[in-house]
């Protein structure tokens, strides 16, 4: 089993800034892809920043510029740093991992969510 924390949400004005972390933890041998989602109040989960273990990366089109992802894949560990943050960045992020365990099985995972509001 694996487990997903994340941290770092919370109420910031327009125009601010936000880092997310979220740390993976439990049978792991490695992890293929991270990424954040987010959801806001009556709209679908959608995908906001994704990286890949090589360290390729994509963003929605909504975040490219703003958002940054990256990793320490020693630390199983997503960050996502968020700037010039609008109203419309308020949902909750989730972290997603791929995870490969010891016998070669892929499973997704999902982390609790972490609320982040912009407002002023």
């Known amino acids: 089993q694996v487990q997903l924390v994340e941290s770092g949400g919370g109420l910031v004005q327009p125009g601010g800034s936000l880092r997310l972390s979220c740390a993976a933890s439990g049978s792991i041998f490695s992890i293929k892809h991270m990424g954040w989602y987010r959801q806001a109040p009556g709209k679908q989960r959608e995908l906001v920043a994704g990286m890949t273990s090589g360290g390729s990366t994509n963003y929605a089109d909504s975040v490219k510029g703003r958002f940054t992802i990256s990793r320490d894949n020693a630390k199983n560990t997503v960050y996502l740093q968020m700037n010039s943050l609008k109203p419309e960045d308020t949902a909750v992020y989730y972290c997603?991992?791929?995870?490969?365990?010891?016998?070669?099985?892929?499973?997704?995972?999902w982390g609790q969510g972490t609320q982040v509001t912009v407002s002023s």
């Open positions: 997603n991992a791929d995870v490969e365990n010891s016998i070669g099985g892929l499973y997704g995972y």
